[in-house]
């Protein structure tokens, strides 16, 4: 099924969304709009003190293992990270994920668990939106797990010394990795239709590593 699709799953769900979040963001002095015409991308400058970003590095370094994809055929030289998903019960990730979903204004049962990403020198996350493809076999699993993924939540963690910047390639935003900033985006467009335009990368890593932690959002509660 086409991403532009009209009886695309979820859109309405998407879009009622969109609108919520947009004017949630919209009215926040601390949230700073990307420019650009191709999608809705927000970043939010210390959004984590130091401390917190030095606990999540922490934390991520006790649960990375290699990265996992739906199809595991191209793992290997599509995602070459080290990414674990954090205890949610744990009350430090509880409050993380809290603020988060404020800033927002989604419902917490909403959101996934909130996954640490780590890259080496070398790895990186080749372009890829995080919506998913109805006609994947992996949809029907997806779709019972909470449906289509709205927002995106990624936060930066540490000054990296070489690359790793998340780069949006049809918008040709590159976006270099600042400690404690993050970054929002919208996987739809206005009218709750998938954004091809949301398509990113995470460009190698020259020269030291890269933590960032993610946290995505679905339609519906998540399970």
């Keep these: 099924m086409p991403a532009n699709s009209p009886t695309f799953p979820d859109q309405d769900a998407l879009k009622r969304i969109g609108a919520s979040v947009r004017q ?3 009215a926040d002095p601390d949230v700073y709009l990307v420019p650009t015409d191709k999608a809705e991308i927000f970043a939010v400058g210390d959004f984590f003190s130091p401390a917190e970003c030095q606990r999540l590095i922490t934390m991520i370094d006790t649960v990375a293992r290699p990265s996992q994809l739906h199809d595991t055929a191209y793992v290997a030289k599509f995602r070459t990270s080290y990414s674990g998903n954090f205890d949610p019960w744990d009350p430090f990730v509880m409050s993380v994920s809290r603020r988060i979903d404020d800033l927002l204004g989604i419902a917490p049962r909403c959101g ?3 996954q640490g990403q780590r890259y080496l020198p070398g790895q990186e996350f080749k372009p890829h939106c995080d919506w ?3 006609d994947q076999p992996y949809w029907p699993t997806e ?3 909470g449906g289509q993924r709205s927002w995106t939540a990624m936060a930066f963690l540490n000054e990296v010394e070489e690359g790793g910047h998340t780069h949006f390639t049809n918008i040709g935003a590159s976006i270099e990795p600042k400690p404690g900033v993050l970054l929002l985006w ?3 467009k206005l009218d709750g239709t ?3 335009d949301t398509i990113h990368a995470g460009t190698p890593v020259i020269k030291g590593v890269k933590y960032v932690l993610t946290r995505w959002y679905r339609v519906r ?3």
């Design 24 to 26: 949630r963001l919209a």
């Design 112 to 114: 996934e668990t909130i």
């Design 132 to 134: 998913f493809y109805p």
């Design 143 to 145: 779709r019972k797990r």
């Design 186 to 188: 919208n996987n739809a």
């Design 194 to 196: 998938p954004n091809v």
């Design 221 to 223: 509660p998540f399970s």
